[in-house]
């Protein structure tokens, strides 16, 4: 059964980095699709970046150039790292696994079967 569990948590000063680990027990993570997503209370969960298969990336318009996504197939674990951070990043970013082979966007939420259980990111 494959678990995620996010860490990283902070907050930060506008302009500042932060890097989000997510560690996944139950199966290797170098054949699939995962992703991170993020919340704000009241609005709906919107992905943020997304990678896929030999190092296929996907980023949400507003984190382009600022975030990377990568994976640690060694640590079994999935990377954000977050530079040049803004208020509007503030939220709770979850970490997403797909178990099945996805076609169509890599960023929707539809596509990921197992989920972390998020992780606060304050910017300020």
């Known amino acids: 059964h494959v678990q995620l569990v996010e860490s990283g948590r902070g907050s930060v000063q506008v302009g500042g980095s932060l890097r989000l680990s997510c560690a996944v027990s139950?199966?290797?993570?170098?054949?699939?699709?995962m992703a991170w997503f993020r919340q704000v209370a009241g609005k709906e969960r919107e992905g943020v970046a997304a990678?896929?298969?030999?190092?296929?990336?996907d980023y949400a318009g507003s984190v382009a150039g600022r975030f990377t996504v990568s994976k640690d197939n060694a640590k079994n674990a999935l990377l954000l790292q977050m530079d040049n951070l803004r208020p509007e990043d503030t939220a709770t970013y979850y970490c997403?696994?797909?178990?099945?082979?996805?076609?169509?966007?890599?960023?929707?939420?539809?596509?990921?079967?197992?989920w972390g259980q998020g992780t606060q990111v304050t910017v300020s």
């Open positions: 990678i896929c298969g030999s190092g296929y990336t």
């Open positions: 139950g199966g290797p993570i170098s054949g699939k699709c």
């Open positions: 997403a696994a797909g178990l099945f082979r996805i076609s169509g966007s890599p960023m929707r939420e539809g596509a990921y079967q197992r």
